[in-house]
């Protein structure tokens, strides 16, 4: 059986992404030029795509978390009108809303089946999730956070005050010197709070 695990699933992997259950912070209107600029650019990239959806959600510069969570039923959709067989774990517990997912197609060769997924998240889901995560990151899941932040404490690292996602933990993105720390206790704090999947998305 040909199966792959997309960037949407990835199991204790790395994600560095140039485009974040509870405790999730609706998407605020940005002030900051530079991130300004990137939704711009993101919706011009639309534009040019004829991405309808995409082009309503961005034209304000603001994604909000249903608008994210439309576009990505949106690719569950595409995704199984194609004939590919979805195993879904849940949001990622590290950001909240990033959707794990293993997409299978069984009968189909692999480059057929790799380009059908891509395609449809290329199609309905990078242009609104690229631009939400640029909105700001959404917290760690409330059963997650503490044994993520006690294990990073044990480790000798500074936690700042009232730390709960990924960018206070890593202000440095993935060249932060406490990555891998995370990234190992991250490994820890997800899988002893039964959840299959997790990824850690940076901007």
Do not use: K
Not at 4 to 13: E, N, P, S
């Amino acid at each position: 059986m040909d199966a792959v695990r997309r960037t949407l699933a990835i199991l204790g992997t790395i994600l560095v992404s140039d485009a974040l259950l509870s405790g999730c912070a609706p998407a605020q209107p940005q002030t900051d030029p530079v991130v300004m600029a990137s939704i711009q650019g993101i919706l011009g990239n639309a534009q040019a795509q004829n991405d309808l959806e995409a082009i309503a959600a961005l034209e304000d510069l603001v994604v909000t978390r249903a608008e994210v969570d439309e576009a990505a039923e949106r690719m569950r959709a595409c995704w199984s009108d194609a004939g590919l067989r979805l195993d879904e774990h849940g949001p990622n517990p590290l950001d909240g809303w990033w959707p794990e997912i293993d997409v299978f197609w069984d009968d189909m060769d692999e480059e057929e089946g790799l380009a059908l997924s891509r395609d449809c998240q290329d199609r309905y889901f990078l242009n609104i999730s690229s631009a939400y995560r640029l909105s700001g990151m959404d917290e760690i899941a409330e059963d997650v956070l503490p044994d993520l932040l006690a294990c990073v404490e044990r480790r000798d690292v500074e936690v700042p005050a009232g730390a709960a996602n990924l960018g206070d933990l890593l202000p440095e993105g993935p060249d932060d010197p406490a990555f891998e720390i995370v990234r190992a206790c991250a490994d820890t704090a997800v899988y002893a709070n039964g959840y299959a999947a997790y990824s850690i998305t940076l901007i």
